[in-house]
């Protein structure tokens, strides 16, 4: 446990019976619950955020969302250097580092919400640093990729992702639990706004403890640090990570990747923003800002001297492969849904049906508190929990059925899912008891996130086979990368439809991605002459 293996063949099948298939295994329960936790940590603002609110901390609503965008913009920037890591530094030394990396916006996080009197400025940086825990999916997965056979990557990489996608669910279960009590001490604040969890509603005047949704995460990060360092490999075979420094030079690799990951988000972040909550004021648009951060992160990246460079080099072959960007749309459409709608059903069950939608004066309004709308709080976490639980049995099947009919199948459910959320959203937004809607919009988005994990675990597999195993796990991490964008677009994009008082129009957007994502996937894996057939 804990060294570097050579002539790692899990493709032979009595190697793999032998000996690889008790090593992957090992790597791959250290790896599912270092990855859960950085879920957890990058996408918590949405949890933290909404109880910030809720006990009155001083800052406009439209500030707070900043934190959630920030956080998401980082995670997907960082899993472009992320993508990499793994040749350059090896699987070990990657996943014992960046998971303890966790621990400084897990702990600065906690630290700041003890103070009301925390300025915006510290909450950004620490969204900033949490975006960490985005960006370790992609080293994650390429990492996670190189321990098993072809015909088990669907099942491996899908529980990988599935359950390390749990942090979702496992943050916006535990956190509004943990701050109902004094866990780590500290003084409580006393809720301003009715609160909840997913057993009930909070009433204002209870006593809340918020820092603790920082602090939770250090009682999982501090062992699995020691058993990521202690349990894990690095593979120094050629495909995998064949000159790689010692440990602290990997540290300090990963380290300045990371920096430069989060400079070009920060530049894209104060392009974008308001000069009000720390920006530039230009207000450019994001299908503006995000291609040029992406460029900028990729070119940045590429001009690092010396042996890491000469290996990012031939790491950007995959840029060079038409499945490459064909399967960067359809990871999109599977990842990039789940991830953004788990970021965005949150608030949209707010939105739509926490407020009575009424016209007064003749004007339509969407402010007046709705005594009979539900909790957020309650229903967010399920969405992201299925999308998550049935992300492995996703893999199982294309595993058997092949990945390319297996995502052609759910695209067409993606479809009409998106289609009938978009009747029922019009139809909410313009009613005074948007409530009566909230059953079918339930079930349909939770069908909706059940396609997107099923579509995940079959895009894994089509991956594994496309590509060859040193390519297979960089273009992982890339197509991660790109989806992970989701995190930041989807909820922009349901905030601007909703100021416009058309949130339909969001889900009409979205489908018509998903049919031009059933044409690729139908010529490049599917038609009679595909390039490769249903892989």
Request: charged share 10%.
């Amino acid at each position: 446990m804990g060294q570097d293996l050579r002539n790692y063949t899990p493709d032979d099948e009595a190697f793999w019976a032998a000996t690889g298939k008790g090593i992957a295994n090992r790597n791959l329960w250290i790896s599912i619950p270092s990855l859960l936790c950085g879920f957890a940590v990058w996408l918590y603002w949405g949890i933290i955020t909404v109880q910030m609110i809720n006990l009155g901390y001083p800052f406009e609503t439209s500030q707070l969302f900043t934190l959630t965008a920030i956080a998401g913009l980082s995670g997907a920037t960082l899993r472009i250097p992320a993508t990499f890591f793994i040749r350059i530094a090896g699987g070990r030394n990657t996943i014992f580092f960046t998971t303890a990396l966790l621990m400084i916006p897990a702990l600065g996080t906690g630290i700041a919400l003890q103070n009301p009197d925390t300025p915006l400025w510290q909450y950004q940086i620490l969204a900033l640093l949490s975006g960490i825990g985005g960006g370790n999916f992609a080293a994650s997965m390429s990492n996670i990729s190189f321990f098993f056979p072809k015909k088990v990557q669907g099942y491996s990489l899908g529980m990988n992702a599935g359950l390390g996608n749990f942090g979702v669910t496992t943050m916006q279960i535990l956190i509004p639990l943990v701050m109902t009590f004094g866990l780590f001490g500290g003084e409580g604040r006393e809720l301003v706004n009715t609160s909840g969890t997913l057993i009930g509603k909070i009433p204002a005047g209870t006593e809340t403890f918020i820092q603790n949704a920082g602090f939770v995460w250090l009682l999982a990060l501090v062992p699995l640090a020691f058993l990521g360092w202690f349990g894990m490999n690095n593979i120094r075979d050629e495909h995998v990570s064949p000159n790689i420094p010692g440990p602290v030079g990997s540290f300090g690799i990963i380290g300045f990747m990371y920096g430069i990951g989060l400079a070009c988000a920060g530049f894209g972040l104060w392009l974008m923003l308001p000069a009000a909550v720390g920006g530039s004021g230009f207000g450019l648009s994001k299908w503006v800002v995000l291609p040029i951060v992406i460029v900028l992160t990729v070119a940045a990246l590429r001009m690092i001297p010396g042996q890491v460079g000469q290996n990012l080099s031939r790491q950007y072959k995959i840029f060079g492969n038409k499945h490459t960007w064909a399967m960067t749309i359809i990871y999109v459409m599977t990842f990039g849904s789940f991830i953004g709608y788990s970021a965005a059903m949150g608030l949209t069950i707010k939105v739509v049906f926490g407020f009575q939608h009424i016209v007064v004066d003749g004007v339509m309004t969407h402010d007046v508190a709705n005594p009979n709308g539900p909790s957020a709080l309650m229903f967010a976490w399920m969405g992201p929990f299925i999308g998550a639980l049935i992300r492995p049995l996703g893999g199982v099947w294309a595993d058997r059925a092949g990945g390319a009919k297996v995502t052609q199948i759910i695209s067409i459910v993606m479809v009409a899912c998106a289609l009938a959320l978009a009747y029922i959203l019009q139809q909410a937004y313009a009613s005074a008891t948007p409530e009566t809607y909230f059953l079918p919009f339930l079930l349909i988005f939770l069908l909706l996130f059940a396609a997107t994990g099923i579509g995940n675990g079959s895009t894994f597999r089509t991956i594994a086979v496309a590509f060859n195993k040193e390519q297979a796990g960089p273009v992982l991490g890339w197509t991660s990368a790109v989806a992970a964008y989701g995190a930041f677009l989807i909820p922009q994009i349901f905030g601007e439809q909703m100021r416009a008082g058309s949130p339909e129009y969001a889900l009409y957007g979205f489908a018509a991605f998903y049919v031009l994502c059933i044409v690729i996937n139908w010529w490049f894996y599917l038609r009679p002459g595909a390039y490769i057939k249903n892989p």
